[in-house]
């Protein structure tokens, strides 16, 4: 009964996320912390949707088939997220996990 409405998501790992996101450049990048942590330092390209407004997504993301990655500080944030995002319709939804696993450049 209860699996029809589940939330269903993908997980990798940030080391992962990068090498896809530098071969998939349609891939969208979320972070779900809130806007003070996104602008003291994000991921380059990434969008900023506060976990406690992820009901935005629909008002930024038409596709509901876009392939999407989210990520948080230390990806509880993003799984919830993440969970959020596939109950809303997502259908390829992914949680990197936490940018302070992320090796590359970050950006204010």
Not at 1 to 11: L, V
Not at 38 to 52: C, E, F, K, L, Q
Request: charged share 30%; net charge neutral.
């Amino acid at each position: 009964m209860f699996g029809r409405y589940s939330a269903r998501f993908n997980n990798i790992t940030m080391a992962q996320a990068r090498e896809a996101l530098e071969r998939d450049p349609s891939i969208i990048l979320i972070d779900v912390r809130s806007r003070e942590e996104y602008a003291s330092g994000h991921i380059m390209g990434s969008i900023n949707i506060p976990v406690d407004e992820a009901d935005a997504i629909v008002d930024i993301i038409d596709d509901k088939d876009a392939k999407i990655f989210v990520y948080s500080k230390s990806g509880a944030r993003s799984r919830r997220a993440c969970a959020e995002f596939s109950r809303k319709g997502y259908t390829d939804v992914t949680n990197i996990g936490g940018i302070r696993s992320w090796t590359g450049f970050t950006v204010r």
